[in-house]
């Protein structure tokens, strides 16, 4: 069974910084694109940064400039460092993937359970 189960979030300051992990377990093959989405109350989930399996990475313009998104093959994990974090960065954020549990099975998405990041003073 496979699982994403993200940490590292948590409560800081405006101007402040955190680093959300992502660690894949389970039965996994490959992982192709990897991701991170938020959730603030009353919001729709969005987009926050995707990054490929070959490393070509995309950003929400909001975040632009502020977060970078990184990978480990190897680890089966991923990163998105934030700085510079605002009270609108506030919101759950969730890891994505998509990944193959064997080389013949199709690419299937899966999501973890959230961590909860709150910007505030």
């Known amino acids: 069974q496979v699982q994403l189960v993200e940490s590292g979030g948590g409560l800081v300051q405006p101007g402040g910084s955190l680093r959300l992990s992502c660690a894949a377990s389970?039965?996994?093959?490959?992982?192709?694109?990897m991701g991170w989405y938020r959730q603030a109350p009353g919001k729709e989930r969005e987009l926050v940064a995707t990054?490929?399996?070959?490393?070509?990475?995309n950003y929400a313009d909001s975040v632009k400039g502020r977060f970078t998104i990184s990978r480990d093959n190897a680890k089966k994990t991923g990163s998105l460092q934030m700085n510079s974090l605002k009270p609108e960065d506030t919101a759950v954020y969730y890891c994505?993937?998509?990944?193959?549990?064997?080389?013949?099975?199709?690419?299937?998405?899966?999501w973890g359970q959230g961590t909860q990041v709150t910007v505030s003073s």
């Open positions: 994505n993937a998509d990944l193959r549990i064997s080389w013949s099975s199709k690419l299937n998405n899966y």
């Open positions: 389970g039965s996994i093959f490959s992982i192709n694109a």
């Open positions: 990054i490929t399996n070959g490393g070509p990475t």
